[in-house]
Structures are given as structure tokens and as C-alpha cells.
């Protein structure tokens, strides 16, 4: 049995308090997720059984149940259409919630299914519905249906097209009704739940490894203790002496087991030294601090109604940590809005001017010079006017020829699409000529991506207008004309393929196949068209910054047709690799192709870009930017955005076969990089030469891009981005990175970075969702660093050794006072200052400290991004500044006890009636000294000043003693032993305790401040440059952001002085003042920055 110097009650309540709170925490988030999960859970539904329709709630639906949901109701689990009010069993579904998609997404019964349109019907349906396990993957589903009809089994694949997810919501459909195939978790949108690894920071890596070292100290003072206590009772007097005489089975107990027992005593009387509470404060910041980003006005975007989000508080501290920055191209540096410019159409080049195509190029009778105006399809189709106005104007078979080639190639951009039409108007469409405003009056287009959106206005603005789908068959007014195409097999874009593809069947009975994708992947599987000029006019487009993708096409013979249907609907029934099997039909299907031309649609920068990634250079921070553009459309962008300078020598990794050329080509550049010092590098490599550099020369590569000032990886697939964010993470240099995308192919490489920020854009919000911070614009991004990050990073850097320094500050002194009580772990200090010292004495100050610090204005940390430099790789959090606090504490503690020691100890009838100090006097005197130091510690620290750090500051102080004056001056019944009664009241009322504790709290502060004035006159830090210089040149001020009249007085110098010791200005004394010209965030509403001042307060 242990006989423990202190109660339970005093060692396990902080410890109580922590784990209480932590739990309040959690209870509160698993409560509100509860409510919400009931909610869900308990929606009522129906359900068809017995030939009717039941009512039951969304948890009780199982596997094989039929469900009828009606318009704008949210579907309960994963359901397989089986029909809906419509003949074609189609209906739309927003998938938003999912994905973020808003745009109407189709899905479709099985003919077979499609008309059992009611109750009754559908009780007789016998089927039998095979599919693969639950995954977590929206986007991909394989199964089968086995339907039995008049003894006969008819077999129907099921695709995405045939699934209804749980989450999404019904549109434009009156009813529809489907079998429930994955209910619960294993539902996609629940396998989507799937927690994330967990993230850690650098702030929290550095606590334990304080922690460790706390750890070795308080052991260490217990071994000390313990053998120093056997060393001093090796002498008989003192191992038992007259007045405490041993007991027979004390004189008799193991020698060892009694060791042992005082080590533990030891440590339990140490253990204070180790800040359990440090996690619970650091929680509460993280936790409260994370809302200033969302409140704050300057990261608002009006125009989308998007405030920034934070979805963990876990790494606020990170922000201001960040030496990589990845970034997305489209949608994150771009606007994500596509708009028509230039298109090739067999081998001649036009742009889009004032609603018109304009072919490029020298003609005979063109009185634009080398431009001419096509206005529309319609004036094509006169030949005359060709004669007299057109370009083309040969002959009329020429002009025929090219009314078939323009025809063909708008068709195949308003046929090849997956875009939707959310009401179709088609009744005021005119017959006559084309006019360029109908088109966008009349039809709203609604598509998952914006260039396919921009494609098919643009050819309804050309003659050629996509007007919607019924079913099976797609409409399109060809000169207001209406032709309806039969659409056969749509083939899915796919990232591997980079294309997709239609099958439709024309009016004229044709089977044609019409493909759209990216040059790389269509120009290699033509056999026919202006393949070389296409080419070539496709490069002219990339080095505009424009985003290019080809058309092409190819017409099926009915023997070639079949073939195609049989391949198709085998692999697409087959439930064995399915992916694998389809992949060789589309192969087989999408060759000996056609080409028609390309296409050329521009995505406008977001604003202020170009000012943000140069702030993040000057930051010291590097950028790369990953995207999966072809890299002439890469480079342009980069050159427009400032990525890239027109200085900066580009060095290039492309088009590498082997993985012996890679290497030789990366030596290379190492050599150049080697032999060029001054001039900055810039780096382009593909996705394939990225891919063998990672395979076998992943050092050699790293070395190359260490040393680029700006890296660009086009043709980037979304695990090579997840695999280089990898690679520099583990470098040995461990840098901080970050990764910021809108998509959702950005998600992987949000996920591996050490800090994931998603963009609320218009590519859905599955980036956003998956990011732990969303924000909706790249350029918010400065500010989100520079003051955010860097001011979460220097509030919870000074926390943590507040934390450890008063801890060292409160144990030191109890290890020190067993020197003069034989080692006996007789406590220093009473049980409830024990308790209360870390709970409520010394709490509040640092925690409001860490919520409301700004060391430095706002604006001047935005406006001067070098400042960012001065906290990277963790400066504050350093061995050297650990020790720096330890050591203070440790000194401080010295001066506690062994000034109290000297100035009382050695008098103890300080007294004015003659009673002399005890132990617990001594004790008191001590922690009195210690929370004011400690306190006023904090002071010195904190450079601005709110009401609400006054309060807390004086405030822990007063409370203090009040609390000490309640305590002592009452006997508590329910308390066995009151030692301190009347003990508080006694000090106070001795005017040498005064002198003492005033004496010893100037003479502890004195030390800091003869730091500070010496590290800011002779190593001044760039932040303390900054903080000592006034930022409005207009103003002139000594050597403090606090301005003062020239005939100052004696009294104010000093006051002066002070100031600038602390660092800190008095807000009535500050020019806030900023000129509209700033680059950032003039107008800042952020409730951390400061009101704007009027400079004639100066």
C-alpha cells in the first residue's frame, strides 16, 4: 500500500476535467449525429407488398423490396429503376448532395420493366437482379437482370444508368418505383462515410516529443529524490528519529518493495510537472479558433454565396506552416466557365466573333483582309450568296461540299454530349434562317461539365440546335428543321480512354459513330480527314491557353453494326471483369475513324491569381501546379497566371519512351540546373515521363524538382498527383504541403497532402467535401495563409510552452522544498491550490491569448508575404526555444522559492502579533508569487489587448485571491484537515510578505524584459522590424508602430520605450489607414483585424 503524498481526489480531478470535457466534446457530436441519423432513419416510405402499397419507415427497407418515390422526394437506399409515369421508363435525378452536381442527371428501366407502371403490375413481376459487391465508388455499378416472362428467362444488363443512389432526389418525374439492391451501410453514399486517415500537425508531433522529454525530467527528479532520501537516512538520526519512531512491521518490510513504494510517492507528488490539461486548452483553441475563418467577411464570395468552411480544426496551426503549394489548373485557377472561341473543321480555322464564324486565312475577294464572315449554316445553304459574299464561293459543288463538312461537325457536336435540357421549348423555334438570339432565350442546358454546356450553345448558335431526347431518340433543328436521331450504345468517357462516344442511327437510316476526346487519344485512330492540319491547329490553340478537344466519326455497314451490338451487350451483361471486356469493345469500336476537326473553348483566369501565387513565391513557398491538360495549353496558363515567368528558363520532361531516355534526360537537366546559379528554373513533364521518372529514378527526379522554382505536371492522371504530393512529403526534407483542387479527381491528392483546401466550383463538391478546409476562390488563399495560418500558428506555438514553462514553474518548487524536509513528500502546496492551478489560476489567460492574439496587423501580414518566412519549419516551436521556456521556468522557480526562502524563511515572526510562518504560510507565499509571475508573464506576451484579455488577466489575479480569502477564512465541515484556514489572511496582513512578493515578481519580469530590449535593439526578427515600423509612409514615427508628437515628454519616452520592449501599440495611437490601391483585401471586414483609424490621431 502506498502511502501517497497527495489525495486521489487532488491527482485524478484534472485529469477528470480533461477527459470530462473531451467527452462533453464527443457526447455533443455523436448527439447531434443521432438526431440527425433518427431523421433519416425514420422517414416514412412505400413499400409494395401483398398488392398494395405499405407504409414503413426508410430503416426498415430491405434487399428486394419495391419503393415508390415520388417528385422531390430523396430515395432511402440504392434502388434499380423498375419503371416510372413515363412510357420509356426514364426519369432525372439531381445527384447534389452526392457530388455536388446540379445539372439532371437520366436513368432508365429495362424495357421490360418499364411498363409495369402500377401496383398491381409490379406484384407479378418475377426477376431475379445480380450484382457485385457493395463498393464505395458513385460512379460504377455491374449487375444484371433476370426477368422470367411466359416461362421464358430474358436477360437485361444494369449499368450507373440503371441505378438510383440513396441521397439523391427525384426531378421532373412524377413517380417512379424501384428494387431496393443496397440498403444501410452498404449503400454507396454510406461507404462514402469511410472515416480519413487522420492528420496530424507539426505543432502536435513537437508536443510529444515536449511530452517525452517532461516525462524523462519528472522521473528523473523521483529517482533523484528517492535515492537522496536513502542516502540522507543512511545515518541512524535521521532514519528513525525520536519523534517518529518506526513500527515493527515498517522495521521489517522489504527494503526494495519500500524503494519502490517511494519512487511511485514520488512521481505522484511530481506528476503535476506533465500539463495534462495542454490537450483539453488545445482542443478548446483549435476548436473555437476555426470559426474566425468562417466568419470572416474578407473569405466570403458574394457572387456564389459561399463562405469558407472548415471541416477539421486539427490543423489550423498547419496553415502557417505550407512550403509546397499543388494546385489544380481548370477551375482553381480557372473561372471552370467555358466559353466558344476558335474551332478546325477539315483542315481550315475559324473563330467566333460577335456571334459569327470567321474563317482564318487569305481570299481572293474578302475585304477584311485574312478574315471572312460565315454567319450561319442557313446563308451557306444559298448559293448565291456564296457566289457574291462568301469565301467559298468556287463553285456551287464546293459550296455543297462545304455545307456537308460544317453540317457534320456541328452535328457531331450536338449529338456526342450527355447534357440536359431542364424545359424544352421547341414550339417558337422559327423554320426560317437562324437568328442568334433565339437559341439561349429558349433552351436552358444543363451539363456535369462545362465544355460540353459551352459546345452545344455554340452550335445552336451556328444552325445546329440540340432541342433534347425523348427516350431513344435525340432531336436536333438543323436550320430549323427538326431531325430526330435514334441513339443506339452511348460509349462513357473514361479517364483511361480519354473520349467517349454516341452510336445513333440518322433519319437516312445510317449507323454512325461519333466520338469526341482529346487529340492524344482521337488523332492516333484516324484514317481519313486533315489529320496534320488538325494537329497543327490544335497546338496554335494549346499555346492560347485554350482547352481543345477533336470530333470525329466513323459510319457502320449493317454487318459492322451488328458485330458491335453482340460485343456490347456481352461485355456489358458479363459480371466477371466487366471494365476489362468493355474497354477492348470501345477499343474495337472507336478506330478507322474520320476526323472532322477540333474544338478550342477558353477558361478565363479567376481574379487575382496572378497576385496570389506571386505573394506564395515570395512566401517562400513553391508551386506546382498538376492538371490534365495537354502541356501547351499548361504552359500558357502558366505564363498568363505568373506560374511561369517570361525570364525563367523552362526545362522540359516530355514524351519519354524508355526508361533509359528518362534518365539521361533527367541528368541533363540536373547538369543545366547546376550550371545556371542565377537564373530560375521552371519545369514541364507529362504524365507518361512522370510515370517512368517515378518507377526507377524517383531520387534523380526529386533533386531536378527541388531545385525548379516552379514545377508543371500536365497529362496527370489523379494518382500520379496523389503519388508526387507522396513523394515530396517524404523527402528529406519533410516539408508542410498543400493541396488545393475542385474536383473530383483532385480528391486523392487533397487527401495525401499534409493540408487539403477544396474550391466550392462548379466541378461539384466532392473536393470540397474531402478538403479540410473549402474556400470558394483560389485567390482567398493568401489570406487563409498569411493571416490566418500564420497567426493559429504563433497563438498555439506560444500555448504549448506556456504550458510546459508553468508547469516547470508550479513542480519546481515542491522538488526543491524536499531538501528541506528530509525528503518526507510532505507537499508544498495545500491539495486545492493543486487542483485549481492549471484548472482555473493560470487558464483562461493563455486560452484567450490563443483565440484573440495578433502580434502583428492583419493587413501588414498580407501586404509583406516575406513575413510568412519567419514561422516555416516550425521556428517557434524549435529545441532551442523549448529550452529558452523551460529554462525560464526553470530560473523562475528558483527565484520563487529561494527568494521567499531568504526574504521570509529565515525570520518566521514577521508577523505584528509575534505568530510565527509555518509550512503552509511558506507554501502560499510561494504560489502567490508564482500565479501573479506567471500571469503577468502572459501580459508581457500578449501584443493586443481586447476588454476580454483585461478581464481574464486582472481577473485570474482577483480571483485568486478572493478565492484564497473564501478558502482560508471559513472552516468547512466536510473538509477532515484545514490547514490552510486563516493562513491567506495571515500573509496579507504582513507588509514583508508584500514587499517580498512585489520584489520577486519585478525581479522575475526584469529578466524578460532585459531579453527583449536586447534581442529587438541587436537581433531584431523581420516581424519585430515590422511591428517597429510604421506601414503608412505618410506618417512619421520614431521607432514604434505607435506614433508620438515631436515634444514629447520625459514620461513618454519611457512610455515609448515600453512600447517598444512589448512590441505592442495602443490601438488609439495606431494609423490604420490603407490606400485603395493595396492589392489585397483593402476593404478588410474580418472581425480579427482592427477597426480602420483616422491618422490625425497621430
Known amino acids: 500500500m502506498i502511502d501517497t503524498p497527495t489525495s486521489p481526489v487532488t491527482s485524478g480531478l484534472p485529469l477528470f476535467f480533461v477527459i470530462t470535457v473531451t467527452a462533453i466534446k464527443q457526447g455533443y457530436e455523436d448527439w447531434l449525429r443521432h438526431i440527425s441519423d433518427n431523421e433519416v432513419n425514420g422517414a416514412p416510405v412505400y413499400v409494395v407488398r401483398s398488392g398494395g402499397l405499405v407504409t414503413t419507415r426508410s430503416k426498415n427497407i430491405r434487399v428486394g423490396d419495391i419503393v415508390r418515390v415520388a417528385k422531390n422526394e430523396i430515395f432511402p437506399a440504392d434502388l434499380v429503376l423498375l419503371s416510372s409515369d413515363r412510357l420509356d421508363g426514364s426519369c432525372h435525378v439531381t445527384t447534389a448532395s452526392l457530388d455536388g452536381e446540379t445539372n439532371l442527371k437520366t436513368h432508365v428501366a429495362v424495357p421490360e420493366t418499364a411498363v409495369l407502371q402500377t401496383v398491381a403490375n409490379l406484384d407479378t413481376l418475377i426477376a431475379v437482379v445480380e450484382c457485385q459487391q457493395p463498393e464505395a ?14 416461362m421464358e428467362e430474358i436477360v437485361r444488363p444494369l449499368g450507373p444508368e440503371s441505378l438510383l443512389l440513396r441521397g439523391a432526389r427525384l426531378k421532373n418525374t412524377k413517380e417512379i418505383f424501384g428494387v431496393a439492391v443496397y440498403t444501410g451501410m452498404e449503400t454507396k453514399m454510406a461507404l462514402n462515410y469511410k472515416s480519413k486517415s487522420q492528420k496530424r500537425s507539426a505543432v502536435e508531433k513537437s508536443m510529444n516529443t515536449f511530452l517525452i522529454i517532461y516525462l524523462i525530467i519528472l522521473i528523473s527528479e523521483a529517482i533523484i529524490s528517492t535515492i ?52 483539453v486548452t488545445v482542443e478548446l483553441q483549435k476548436f473555437l479558433g476555426s470559426f474566425f475563418i468562417g466568419w470572416d467577411l474578407d473569405l466570403y464570395h458574394e457572387e456564389s454565396d459561399e463562405k469558407a468552411q472548415v471541416n477539421t480544426s486539427d490543423l489550423n496551426e498547419e496553415l502557417g506552416q505550407v512550403e509546397y503549394v499543388f494546385t489544380d489548373k481548370t477551375g482553381t485557377l480557372t473561372e471552370n466557365e467555358m466559353q466558344f472561341r476558335e474551332c478546325s473543321i477539315n483542315g481550315t480555322k475559324y473563330q467566333e466573333i460577335n456571334g459569327r464564324l470567321v474563317s482564318e486565312g487569305p481570299t481572293p475577294d474578302s475585304s477584311e483582309g485574312n478574315l471572312s464572315y460565315l454567319t450561319s449554316l442557313s446563308h451557306l445553304n444559298n448559293l448565291s450568296h456564296l457566289a457574291t459574299s462568301s469565301p467559298f464561293r468556287t463553285s456551287p459543288e464546293n459550296g455543297t461540299e462545304l455545307i456537308k463538312e460544317h453540317d457534320l461537325f456541328f452535328k457531331a457536336v450536338s449529338l456526342c454530349h450527355t447534357v440536359q435540357i431542364s424545359s424544352v421549348q421547341t414550339d417558337s423555334i422559327g423554320d426560317g434562317p437562324w437568328q442568334s438570339s433565339f437559341a439561349p432565350a429558349q433552351l436552358e442546358y444543363y451539363a456535369s461539365s462545362p465544355d460540353e454546356k459551352a459546345l452545344v450553345e455554340a452550335a445552336a448558335r451556328f444552325g445546329i440546335v440540340f432541342v433534347g431526347n425523348s427516350g431513344e431518340i435525340m432531336e436536333v433543328k438543323t436550320l430549323g428543321k427538326l431531325e430526330r436521331y435514334k441513339l443506339l450504345h452511348i460509349l462513357e468517357f473514361d479517364p483511361d480512354r480519354r473520349r467517349m462516344s454516341v452510336i445513333v ?140 515567368h517570361r525570364t525563367m528558363n523552362i526545362l522540359e520532361l516530355l514524351n519519354q519512351k524508355s526508361d533509359s531516355e528518362c534518365a539521361e534526360k533527367l541528368g541533363q537537366l540536373a547538369r543545366r540546373i547546376r550550371e545556371d546559379h542565377v537564373i530560375q528554373h521552371g519545369l514541364v513533364v507529362d504524365g507518361t515521363s512522370l510515370s517512368l521518372a517515378l518507377r526507377e529514378h524517383e531520387k ?27 513523394l515530396i512529403k517524404i523527402s528529406p526534407e519533410k516539408p508542410i504541403t498543400l493541396a488545393i483542387g475542385d474536383g473530383a479527381n483532385d480528391v486523392s491528392m487533397i487527401q495525401e497532402a ?20 473549402a474556400i470558394a476562390r483560389f485567390k482567398f488563399l493568401s489570406k487563409l495563409l498569411f493571416v490566418h495560418g500564420h497567426f493559429y500558428y504563433i497563438r498555439i506555438a506560444t500555448l504549448v510552452q506556456y504550458f510546459f514553462y508553468k508547469n516547470v514553474c508550479f513542480i519546481t518548487p515542491q522538488f526543491l522544498y524536499q531538501f528541506y524536509c528530509l525528503f518526507s513528500q510532505q507537499t508544498l502546496y495545500d491539495s486545492v491550490y493543486l487542483t485549481l492551478y492549471n484548472i482555473c489560476f493560470t487558464s483562461l489567460p493563455i486560452l484567450i491569448y490563443s483565440l484573440l492574439e495578433q502580434h502583428i496587423d492583419p493587413h501588414v501580414l498580407q501586404n509583406k508575404p516575406t513575413l510568412y518566412r519567419d514561422i516555416s519549419k516550425n521556428r517557434q516551436l524549435s529545441m532551442k526555444t523549448f529550452l529558452y521556456w523551460t529554462i525560464l521556468g526553470f530560473s523562475h522557480a528558483f527565484i520563487f522559492f529561494f527568494g521567499s526562502y531568504f526574504l521570509i524563511g529565515k525570520d518566521t515572526s514577521l508577523l505584528g502579533n509575534g505568530q510565527m510562518f509555518g509550512n503552509w504560510t511558506f507554501g502560499t507565499l510561494v504560489f502567490t508569487v508564482m500565479v501573479i509571475t506567471v500571469t503577468a508573464k502572459m501580459a508581457l506576451e500578449t501584443h493586443f489587448w481586447t476588454w476580454i484579455n483585461h478581464l481574464v488577466t486582472w481577473g485570474s489575479i482577483l480571483f485568486y485571491f478572493v478565492f484564497s480569502l473564501f478558502y482560508g477564512g471559513i472552516l468547512w465541515p466536510f473538509l477532515s484537515s484545514q490547514n490552510m484556514y486563516f493562513v491567506f489572511i495571515q500573509l496579507l496582513s504582513s507588509g514583508s510578505a508584500w514587499f517580498a512578493i512585489i520584489l520577486m515578481v519585478v525581479t522575475c519580469l526584469f529578466l524578460d524584459i532585459v531579453k527583449k530590449v536586447f534581442d529587438r535593439q541587436f537581433h531584431p526578427t523581420n516581424i519585430e522590424k515590422a511591428q517597429l ?4 509612409s505618410s506618417i512619421k514615427c520614431l521607432d514604434s508602430m505607435c506614433c508620438f508628437s515631436e515634444g514629447e515628454t520625459a514620461c513618454a519616452s519611457v512610455g515609448r520605450m515600453l512600447e517598444r520592449v512589448i512590441g505592442r501599440c495602443s490601438p488609439s495611437h495606431v494609423s490604420r489607414s490603407w490606400s485603395a490601391s493595396d492589392p489585397f483585401y483593402t476593404n478588410d471586414r474580418s472581425i480579427l483585424t482592427l477597426s480602420t483609424m483616422d491618422s490625425s490621431t497621430c
Not at 572 to 578: E, G, M, Y
Not at 700 to 725: E, G, H, W, Y
Open 137 to 150: 465508388d458513385l460512379y460504377r455499378f455491374m449487375g444484371r437482370m433476370t426477368i422470367t416472362q411466359q
Open 228 to 279: 537522496l532520501k536513502y542516502t540522507w537516512q543512511a545515518e541512524e538520526k535521521w532514519d528513525e528519529p525520536w519523534y517518529n519512531q518506526k513500527t515493527e512491521h515498517q522495521r521489517n518490510s522489504s527494503k526494495i518493495l519500500k524503494f519502490i513504494s517511494d519512487f511511485l510517492a514520488f512521481l505522484v507528488l511530481y506528476n503535476f510537472i506533465i500539463p495534462i490539461s495542454l490537450y
Open 505 to 644: 442511327q440518322a433519319p437516312s437510316g445510317e449507323k454512325l459513330l461519333f466520338v469526341k476526346g482529346a487529340e492524344s487519344s482521337i488523332l492516333p485512330e484516324c484514317i481519313g480527314g486533315e489529320i496534320e492540319k488538325t494537329r497543327i491547329h490544335v497546338d496554335e490553340f494549346a499555346l492560347k491557353g485554350l482547352r481543345t478537344l477533336c470530333m470525329a466519326y466513323r459510319q457502320f455497314t449493317s454487318k459492322e453494326y451488328e458485330e458491335i451490338n453482340r460485343r456490347l451487350f456481352e461485355a456489358r451483361t458479363a459480371l466477371q471483369q466487366r471494365e476489362e471486356k468493355l474497354a477492348g469493345v470501345f477499343q474495337f469500336i472507336e478506330k478507322d475513324l474520320i476526323l472532322l476537326g477540333a474544338t478550342a473553348v477558353e477558361d478565363k483566369l479567376q481574379d487575382k491569381v496572378r497576385e496570389t501565387i506571386e505573394a506564395l513565391r515570395m512566401a517562400g513557398i513553391k508551386v506546382w501546379v498538376l492538371t490534365g491538360d495537354k502541356h501547351e495549353t499548361a504552359v500558357s496558363v502558366s505564363l498568363s497566371c505568373g506560374h511561369f
Open 700 to 726: 534523380l527526379f526529386m533533386d531536378v524538382c527541388r531545385n525548379c522554382s516552379a514545377v508543371m505536371c500536365c497529362r496527370m492522371a489523379p494518382l500520379q498527383k496523389a503519388k508526387v504530393i507522396r
Open 754 to 773: 499534409h493540408v487539403g483546401i477544396g474550391i466550392m466550383g462548379k466541378e461539384g463538391r466532392q473536393a470540397a467535401r474531402n478538403s479540410d478546409y
Open 1029 to 1032: 515600423t510604421e506601414t503608412n
